[in-house]
Structure formats: C-alpha cells, structure tokens
C-alpha cells in the first residue's frame, strides 16, 4: 500500500510539473496583462542580457518593502522610471496609485524585451514624458542645497558625510570645499557622471527654463511618498522643488546614495540626517548604489 501511495504523489508531481511548463510557455507566447506579467518580463529581461540591473532591483526591493511593512496606503510620485516602476505595484499592490515622472520611456522596450509590451505597460501607467528639472535649475539647485549644508557644523557636516563617502581621505577636503564654495567645481562639475547628464541636457534642448517640478511645485496635491531616482545632477532641485509636497508621515525614498559611484543623491541625504523634520527608517549599504528611506515627521 505504501509503495502505491509512493507511485502515486510521484505521478502527480509529474503532471503538476507538465502544468507548470505548459503555464510557462503559454505565458512567454501571450502578451503581459497584469503587474506581476510584466515583472516577470522584466525579470526575464535581466537574466537574459542585463545582470547589471541585479543590485538596483535588489535595492528597490528593499526600499519599497519597507512601506510595505508600514501598510503603505496612497498616492506615489516617482522621478525616473524603470524597473522600480514595474516593481512598485507588485510590491504595495493596489495600496499604491503612482505617478512617473520619465522623458525617455523607450528604455521600457529594452526591459520589457519588445515595443509591443512597453506600449502595453505604458497604456497602464500613469506617465509624464517631460523633464522633471532644466539643467539651469539643477546648477541652482545644487548652489542653493549647498548654501544650506555650508551652515551645518563642520565636525557634523562631516561626520554625516561620511555616511555616504567611500573615499575616506576626500571626507575633510570634501566639507572644506562646502564650506568655502568650490565644492560644484572640485567633485561635480569633473564627475563623468556630470559630463553624460550635460549632454542628455543638451541633447534634449533641456538646458534653459523650467521642467515639471517647479509646476508641480505649485498645484494642491501633496503626495504620500515621492521616490528621487532620476538624473545625476538632478535630483537636488527636485528635492527642493518637492520636499513640501510629501504629507506629514509620508515618504522620501532615495536611490544612489554613494559617492563616488553616483553624484546623484548624496548631498540630499546628507541634509536628511541633519533635519528635524524627517526620520531615517532604512538604509541599504550592501549594494554599490545603496538606497534611504525616511519618513517625514
């Protein structure tokens, strides 16, 4: 009796695999149609050609399950699209209504693996194909968040930069060059990553006048999470622009973090740690990007 209940459970694990196949090649023949079709998409995307992705989502996972676990209810604004955008709905599920900021969703055609799935994602999605930010208001951006930083103490200043510096013997030249303002022209304005932000601005005739942030700036609605994941020299004067539109116990989320691998957000979480008004819930050091999340308070 044994030995029949034996060759029993084996033939039905057999066919349950046959299932399994079968639901597995009807899905990669038929087009996405939910949230969790077109994460699997994307995740196909990477193991096939872009294992280079496998740290971000790795970050935006753990970023994005930290609201997750506070029950994260409402409205989500996102600067800079991409994997995290297919990510976040599986993650909060229908807890989440978001919003992209992204003027180059082609890039969905290369993570979705082909133009039909990414018009079919992006008829889904709530999408603003404009730049958050001119390169004009990025540079004053950065002048103006690096006036507030140059008022902090400099043994604080320092101590907070370090954080996110993985060039320990640049820590003190670095606050030393906030303080007396030569600080865009010693490590941003010579950052190969300052360079290709230059020319994607130049490139889309972004170098003058306002993007959507500053429009944004001025409507009613507040948001209860904004994720800052966009340009390198960006993201300070979106920052900026929309810190007071993130609701009393909302979220400010930050990807690239550390400097020298990114220029991008690092400046913006030096100040975090020295405001009042927020709370640190999450850093991820483990990838060479890293990621914060804090909670406004």
């Known amino acids: 009796m044994k030995r029949i209940k034996d060759n029993l459970r084996k033939i039905i694990v057999f066919f349950k695999q046959i299932k399994h196949k079968f639901y597995l090649w009807n899905w990669l023949l038929k087009s996405p149609k939910n949230d969790l079709d077109f994460l699997g998409h994307s ?33 989500l604004l996102e600067l800079g699209g991409g994997y995290s955008t297919i990510l976040i709905p599986v993650l909060l599920n229908k807890s989440v209504q978001l919003k992209s900021i992204d003027i180059n969703p082609d890039k969905y055609k290369r993570i979705l693996n082909s133009s039909k799935n990414a ?25 103006n968040h690096l006036s507030d930083l140059a008022k902090i103490d400099f043994i604080q200043l320092k101590n907070s930069l370090s954080n996110f510096i993985s060039e320990k013997e ?33 490139k889309f ?70 405001s009042n008004d927020w709370k640190v819930l999450y850093v991820d050091k483990v990838s060479p990007q890293g990621g914060l999340v804090a909670q406004k308070i």
């Open 43 to 75: 995740l196909l995307s990477i193991s096939a050609r872009w294992e280079g992705e496998v740290e971000p989502v790795l970050c935006y996972i753990s970023m994005f399950d930290i609201l997750r676990q506070n029950k994260f209810e409402g409205n």
């Open 119 to 143: 018009n079919l994602f992006l008829d889904r999605l709530q999408i603003i194909e404009k730049a958050s930010v001119t390169y004009e208001e990025a540079i004053k951006g950065l002048e």
């Open 170 to 202: 640049e820590l003190i030249d670095m606050t030393n060059s906030i303080k007396d303002n030569t600080f865009l022209k010693k490590y941003i304005f010579g950052h190969e990553n300052f360079k290709q932000d230059y020319d994607f601005y130049s």
């Open 205 to 274: 005739n972004m170098l003058e006048g306002k993007g959507i942030c500053s429009e944004i700036a001025k409507e009613k609605i507040c948001f209860d999470a904004i994720f800052f994941d966009c340009g390198e020299i960006s993201s300070v004067a979106e920052w900026l622009f929309l810190k007071d539109k993130i609701k009393k116990n909302g979220y400010a989320i930050f990807h690239d973090i550390f400097y020298p691998k990114s220029i991008k957000n690092f400046l913006v979480t030096t100040y975090i740690l020295n």
